[in-house]
């Protein structure tokens, strides 16, 4: 068997014990005789994957007991639109912090139902960076505020989180589980599964009990929070083998020790790619800046697209997958998620210096 060198944005690599473990269970799980596929959702045996993912789930990130955590679908795109559905009121504002296409398209639906704010946009620098905090200027009577943790495009995360007075919420699609953060800082954190946490098709919210109060009116069943917390995520038939690899995934994190253990790992496999970089004097040119960079995306561009291309079809031929800059920006960009090995990373790390060398 011949597994790539996978550096692709999303979906993206999953730990390959995970994967052997659902090949493994995949036609007679916990003895049923059926997969996890054809189990009912409410049945006990599928019951307990969901119980037991929220509960991983909870104390890996230390979830205190007054959020919930629920599993939705749609995708983090969805959540673009049920954010200002459910908490933004016609006559209220709602703070928006641009880093990129992302916050981009949640600031757009919001317009749908309220008055979105940029607050603070580092689009004039190509999204280069995050703002510093006296660069942003909230407002204290805004309904809420809206960032993007990690910058999947641009290759940019925010180092430490703002702080306000009005609920923050957290698009934390990429960086999710990448290392230890205070929960209670944020009034909402949603994710889509597909690049942190295991297949594409659920999507994790963790939200705060009292911001469930809050709530608009006259908002379809399915798109109202309050749906899924009063019934478990369980109101109607959730996306039952994403969440049963969700928790399969989540059992990996705590075999790796948790996320103290992650984010050290993340930083040593990160380094090892900014450090050919860094060294290669000009002929690899890191797009973000260096206060702003991601663990989780790192992109980069070669002098000339010509060289840039030939870069992309030697990496291709070696192996290695995923490297293309997104459609929109273009360039280079390696995604190196929490199952990505420390291998895969020196890997492209060495094929970097060497490309350097001939070229
Ligand atoms: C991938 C991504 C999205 C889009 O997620 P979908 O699940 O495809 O809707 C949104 N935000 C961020 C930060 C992402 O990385």
């Known amino acids: 068997m011949k597994r790539v060198f996978n550096f692709n944005a999303g979906p993206s690599a999953l730990p390959l014990e995970v994967l052997q473990?659902?090949?493994?269970?995949l036609v007679n799980f916990n003895n049923t005789g059926m997969s996890i596929m054809e189990l009912s959702h409410r049945s006990k045996d599928f019951e307990q994957v969901h119980n037991e993912a929220i509960e991983r789930l909870r104390k890996i990130y230390a979830?205190?007991?007054?959020?919930?955590?629920?599993?939705?679908?749609?995708?983090?795109?969805?959540?673009f639109s049920m954010i200002p559905m459910n908490f933004l009121q016609p006559n209220k504002q709602a703070d928006y912090i641009l880093t990129g296409v992302w916050s981009e398209k949640a600031l757009e639906e919001a317009?749908?139902?309220?008055?979105?704010?940029?607050?603070?946009?580092?689009?004039?620098?190509h999204y280069k960076n995050i703002p510093t905090a006296n660069q942003i200027r909230f407002n204290n009577d805004a309904a809420y505020v809206h960032i993007t943790s990690n910058n999947t495009i641009y290759g940019t995360q925010w180092q430490e989180f703002p702080t306000t007075t009005v609920p923050l919420i957290a698009d934390m699609s990429s960086d999710i589980l990448s290392k230890p953060i205070d929960v209670s800082k944020f009034a909402l954190i949603y994710a889509g599964a597909q690049k942190n946490l295991g297949p594409s098709g659920v999507t994790v919210v963790i939200i705060r009990k009292d911001l469930l109060e809050k709530t608009s009116s006259n908002i379809p069943t399915m798109l109202k929070y309050s749906t899924f917390t009063y019934n478990n995520s369980l109101y109607n038939t959730p996306p039952t083998f994403g969440i049963y690899m969700l928790g399969e995934v989540l059992k990996w994190v705590e075999k790796q020790g948790g996320l103290e253990n992650i984010a050290e790992h993340n930083e040593a496999k990160a380094k090892l790619i900014y450090d050919a970089i860094d060294e290669s004097?000009?002929?690899?040119?890191?797009?973000?800046?260096?206060?702003?960079?991601?663990?989780?995306?790192?992109?980069?561009r070669l002098a000339d697209e010509e060289l840039e291309k030939q870069f992309l079809t030697e990496a291709k031929e070696m192996g290695f997958v995923g490297l293309n800059g997104h459609r929109s920006v273009g360039g280079c960009r390696a995604s190196t998620y929490n199952a990505v090995p420390y291998e895969t990373c020196k890997a492209l790390a060495d094929f970097m210096i060497k490309f350097q060398a001939k070229h």
């Open 21 to 25: 473990t659902a090949q493994e269970q």
């Open 281 to 300: 004097g000009g002929f690899y040119i890191g797009h973000a800046e260096k206060e702003s960079r991601s663990l989780m995306n790192i992109t980069f």
């Open 111 to 125: 317009k749908l139902f309220g008055t979105p704010v940029a607050v603070a946009s580092t689009k004039d620098n």
């Open 63 to 79: 979830v205190p007991d007054n959020y919930e955590i629920i599993f939705l679908q749609g995708g983090a795109s969805l959540q």
